[in-house]
């Protein structure tokens, strides 16, 4: 503020251009109004007006326009002696540039829409005075002369052609009408009028469809004995298909013919299905051809056999036709009402945004460094101060020949001459060649959470997962993308702000990520910081399907929740092998575009996040347990959407070890106690100079960004998940696959007898000798089961030796080379 007034230019004589467009308009307005209503007037009383106009100047000279003399006067000389009736459109032409010079509308086609009047204004008088020739009032005196003069060099004909053909060369010219135009306007024409007829048909087959349910349930009300009557084939026709159809014709046998049955295929099922099943099932229907059986004998019936055409492989033109016929896909369909939280949730602290420090301040302290430099026989060229909410920062440029390494001795020197905690100096500071010295300010600005999600930076960002974290040294928003990053590890001393920071990047996803896009895994051991979520469980958190609670604390559950997500991730890497994609963003892309079909598995993948809040507990608890796979999902699962965010008190090797650090690059410091802890998090020191309450070192590997967290306090937590859990969610929470730990899955197939197989045992024999992998996933995805059956049916086989031993994460070998070999083991034992 007091730099702007610092800054106030000099006042200077300026035209006031605002006032001189708005004064402008308004004479053209007022003088087209004018001209318009009088030319009204002067068309409804000419002819007595006129009559009148020899009398001018006689007092007693009265006259009905209704701008009196004048109004005639224009009206005479603009209509009769003039361009005629088509001189209103001048009038409006003047209102309309009155209009366009106030409101400074620029788009306006302003040339082409005066090129047009000018056509007009020279073809109407000709126009009006040849069709209507008794009266000069129409074609004004323009239109009679050069109607006279045409009529005298082209005659009659003449002037019909020079009217015809100057309209049609200024309809080409103005309208651009060209042959391919007219053709396409046809086409256009044809085509809505064919999907209206659609449309029609569309609506007249829901009736129908309608009016057959119902039937239906009246049907299936009535005694079964009833229907059976009715029914002559009841015993051939398979269930499935009397359930399917549903018309009267049905109970006739004669009458199931190719065209009422065809018009059932399509539907599996009348009964009502979540929106977006229903899409999916419509698209990928399978071609069904007929081919009917003619009866021989009389008395015979006709045979209709159906045959199904093998699914064509999508490819680009099949997945356009189904763009174009049922647009992209939309992972938020099931949850299109769902409202992102609003700003107002989010507190506006006193303070807010704006960042002031005392100008007496900001003198004494660059005072005390120049003198303590000063001291040291250091000088300074210069020195510049950046303001920011909790630090301020002074960049020096050191006299010619000083030796950084002696200015960075003496920070001890400095705090103690600014009597300041968490000073901190950057020598130099990276990419411009000064040395930074950053002094806490002595009334820190709270950085508000609203604030941050309300700047423009996070409003307009189009990263995949954005987080508001807080604002820099410079009072910049910092917007970093937790995709990219791809995982966090945070750490800082008890009540220094790390619950704070967890709960600024969950809201600031929660603010910009619908629930079909995004969900979380939360770690909470302490029990209550993370607790708050309990409510959005069936919009944005993932759980275990045997589990209560979304939220975990327990430690047990932990190990089976990663190695769940350790799962789910090797999952998600078959499905985009599958679709030859390399991440997340392009297989989803792929999904939406409807290349990929959800009948070979595909699906819509949500970025998964995982929040622990005290990593540090896990690992004294559960040790290798749990860092094996947080180290696997670390390592991996960056291209699958799924990133850890890693929060502890106490950042010492045995927690942090040096296979998590590998795997974590993007780095979050709060306060910590001391330069070692400082070390094992960021690997420099810096995170105990900070000051606390949300002043945070931020890294993804190259400089230290200094920043201050946003605050979020628990009331706007609470309130921003109430308002999300009161809407609709889904049904249940994201479910992970199930995970049975050592007892569980790929157990000893020496405990499994041969001859106790699953069901689908020679399905998955075929799909195992089929692709020559065996691997639970592969089942699970195409057989449709859980982890659990896959895993038991993957023993069974090995058990009847058509797959070979359990190889770690490695997919078994398939024992049995080709299907021949397989039909033969089976045929065998069967
Ligand atoms: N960004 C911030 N801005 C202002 N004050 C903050 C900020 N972050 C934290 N604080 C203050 O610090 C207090 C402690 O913060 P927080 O609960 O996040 O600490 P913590 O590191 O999670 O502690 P613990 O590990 O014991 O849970 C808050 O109650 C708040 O008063």
């Not at 829901?206 to 079964?224: D, R």
């Not at 619908?514 to 919009?539: G, Q, S, T, W």
């Not at 997500?565 to 999952?571: A, P």
């Not at 995970?739 to 069901?759: A, F």
Request: overall charge negative.
């Amino acid at each position: 503020m007091a730099k702007k007034t610092k800054d106030t230019p000099q006042p200077k004589i300026t035209i006031n251009w605002a006032m001189v467009r708005m004064v402008s308009g308004i004479i053209l307005i007022f003088t087209g109004i004018v001209m318009l209503l009088s030319f009204i007037s002067y068309l409804m009383n000419w002819k007595e007006d006129q009559s009148q106009l020899n009398t001018w100047n006689d007092p007693a000279f009265e006259v009905k326009n209704i701008f009196g003399k004048l109004g005639v006067w224009l009206g005479d000389s603009f209509i009769y002696q003039g361009l005629g009736a088509i001189s209103i459109l001048l009038a409006l032409w003047f209102i309309l540039i009155g209009l366009l010079v106030i409101f400074k509308l620029k788009k306006f086609p302003i040339l082409r829409t005066t090129l047009t009047m000018l056509f007009f204004l020279l073809w109407s008088p000709l126009f009006l005075s040849f069709i209507i020739p008794d009266h000069q009032i129409f074609g004004g005196r323009m239109g009679f002369e050069l109607k006279m003069y045409l009529m005298d060099l082209v005659d009659f004909l003449g002037i019909i052609l020079i009217l015809a053909f100057s309209f049609l060369l200024f309809a080409v010219l103005e309208w651009r009408i060209t042959p391919e135009k007219i053709a396409n306007k046809i086409k256009e024409d044809r085509l809505a009028k064919d999907l209206r007829r659609e449309e029609k048909e569309a609506k007249k087959q829901e009736l129908k469809k309608e009016k057959e349910s119902a039937k239906k349930e009246a049907v299936e009300e009535e005694p079964q004995e009833e229907i059976a009557a009715e029914t002559p084939i009841p015993a051939a026709t398979p269930k499935k298909a009397f359930d399917t159809t549903t018309s009267d014709d049905e109970l006739e046998p004669f009458k199931v013919s190719a065209s009422s049955q065809k018009k059932e295929k399509p539907k599996s099922s009348p009964t009502p299905q979540p929106k977006e099943e229903k899409k999916q099932e419509v698209v990928f229907e399978p071609e069904i051809k007929e081919i009917i059986i003619e009866p021989h004998k009389e008395g015979d019936v006709a045979l209709t056999v159906e045959t199904t055409k093998e699914e064509a492989v999508t490819d680009g033109s099949v997945s356009n036709q189904l763009v174009e016929k049922f647009g992209e896909f939309d992972p938020t369909l099931e949850l299109s009402k769902y409202k992102f939280p609003t700003l107002d949730l989010l507190r506006e602290y006193e303070g807010g945004n704006d960042v002031s420090i005392d100008q007496v301040e900001l003198e004494s302290n660059k005072d005390k460094i120049v003198d303590t430099l000063g001291n040291y026989g250091i000088n300074i060229d210069s020195i510049k101060a950046t303001i920011g909410p909790t630090v301020t920062l002074y960049e020096i440029v050191p006299e010619a020949g000083v030796r950084i390494s002696k200015i960075k001795n003496l920070e001890d020197d400095i705090a103690l001459s600014l009597s300041a905690l968490g000073i901190r100096i950057i020598a130099p500071i990276p990419g411009k060649g000064t040395i930074g010295i950053e002094v806490p300010n002595s009334n820190p600005t709270m950085v508000s959470m609203r604030s941050v999600i309300s700047s423009q930076k996070f409003q307009t960002s189009k990263m995949e997962l954005p987080i508001a974290f807080g604002k820099t040294i410079s009072n910049e928003t910092l917007v970093v993308d937790l995709a990219k990053m791809p995982h966090m590890l945070m750490a800082g001393a008890t009540g220094q702000g790390k619950s704070v920071g967890l709960n600024a990047i969950i809201t600031s996803l929660l603010y910009k990520k619908h629930p079909a896009e995004l969900k979380f895994v939360m770690v909470d051991p302490k029990k209550v910081e993370l607790a708050l979520y309990n409510k959005i469980e069936r919009h944005f958190l993932a759980k275990l399907p045997d589990s209560e609670d979304a939220i975990i604390t327990d430690n047990q559950k932990v190990i089976h929740t990663l190695n769940s997500l350790c799962i789910e991730m090797d999952d998600r890497y078959d499905l985009l092998k599958d679709a030859y994609v390399r991440n997340i963003k392009e297989y989803n892309e792929k999904f939406k575009a409807r290349k990929l079909s959800p009948e070979n598995g595909h699906r819509f993948m949500p970025y998964i996040v995982l929040v622990v809040d005290e990593f540090a507990d896990l690992i004294m608890t559960a040790g290798k347990e749990v860092e094996q796979p947080i180290a696997r999902l670390a390592q991996l699962a960056r291209a699958v959407g799924i990133h850890l965010i890693i929060a502890t008190q106490r950042p010492s090797v045995n927690v942090i070890t040096g296979i998590i650090k590998a795997n974590f690059p993007a780095r979050v410091a709060f306060r910590v106690t001391s330069k070692v802890d400082s070390r094992t998090i960021l690997d420099s020191g810096g995170a105990d100079q900070l000051i606390g309450k949300g002043d945070m070192l931020y890294t993804t590997g190259n400089e230290l960004v200094r920043i201050q967290c946003a605050f979020v306090d628990t009331p706007e937590v609470d309130e921003i998940a109430d308002y999300i859990g009161s809407q609709k969610g889904y049904p249940d929470a994201y479910m992970l696959p199930e995970y049975e730990g050592e007892d569980g899955g790929s157990g000893d197939p020496l405990d499994v007898d041969p001859n106790d197989r699953d069901s689908l045992f020679n399905d998955a024999a075929r799909i195992v000798v089929a692709s020559q992998s065996g691997s639970a996933s592969l089942l699970q995805r195409k057989l449709k089961i859980g982890y659990n059956r896959a895993g038991r049916i993957i023993d069974q086989l090995e058990a009847n030796g058509i797959v070979g031993n359990f190889e770690g994460s490695k997919a078994r070998d398939v024992l049995v080379k080709d299907e021949v070999s397989l039909e033969q083991i089976l045929n065998n034992e069967a």
